[in-house]
Nanobody, 123 residues
Framework: QVQLVESGGGLVQAGGSLRLSCAAS????????MGWFRQAPGTEREFVAG???????RYADSLKGRFTISRDNAKNMVYLQMNSLKPEDTAVYYC?????????????????WGQGTQVTVSS
C-alpha cells in the first residue's frame, strides 16, 4: 500500500502560479502511474493530469498549456506546476496513484488517494 500526502496549496491571485507536491511513502513510486484530480465546491471530482510510469503525460483538454505534471521517482515525488491561474481553478486538489503502466482519467481506476490540498485563486 502507498500513502500519498499533498502539499503546496494556498491562496494566489489570478495570473499567479503554484506548484503542488505529492509525497509517496510505503512503496516505490516508480511502480505506480499517478494522477492529479480536483474538486470544486458543489461539483464532482475531475481529472486534471496524469503521468505514466515512464513519464508520459496527459491533461484535461481545458488545462493543456497551463498545468504541467512531473515525477521524480528517486525522491518518491509527483508535482503539478500550475501557471496563469484563474478563479475557476479554485478547488481541492488530490494526488492519486494506480498500479499500472499508464495513467487514467477516471477516478475508479486509481487505487490510492491523498487527503487533498486547497487551492484558492482570487480575482
Amino acid at each position: 500500500q502507498v500513502q500519498l500526502v499533498e502539499s503546496g496549496g494556498g491562496l494566489v491571485q489570478a495570473g499567479g502560479s503554484l506548484r503542488l507536491s505529492c509525497a509517496a511513502s510505503g512503496r516505490i513510486l516508480s511502480n505506480y502511474a499517478m494522477g492529479w484530480f480536483r474538486q470544486a465546491p458543489g461539483t464532482e471530482r475531475e481529472f486534471v493530469a496524469g503521468i505514466s510510469r515512464p513519464g508520459n503525460t496527459r491533461y484535461a483538454d481545458s488545462l493543456k498549456g497551463r498545468f504541467t505534471i512531473s515525477r521524480d521517482n528517486a525522491k518518491n515525488m509527483v508535482y503539478l506546476q500550475m501557471n496563469s491561474l484563474k478563479p475557476e481553478d479554485t478547488a481541492v486538489y488530490y494526488c492519486a496513484g494506480r498500479l499500472g503502466y499508464s495513467s487514467a482519467e477516471a477516478e475508479k481506476d486509481y487505487d490510492y488517494w491523498g487527503q487533498g490540498t486547497q487551492v484558492t485563486v482570487s480575482s
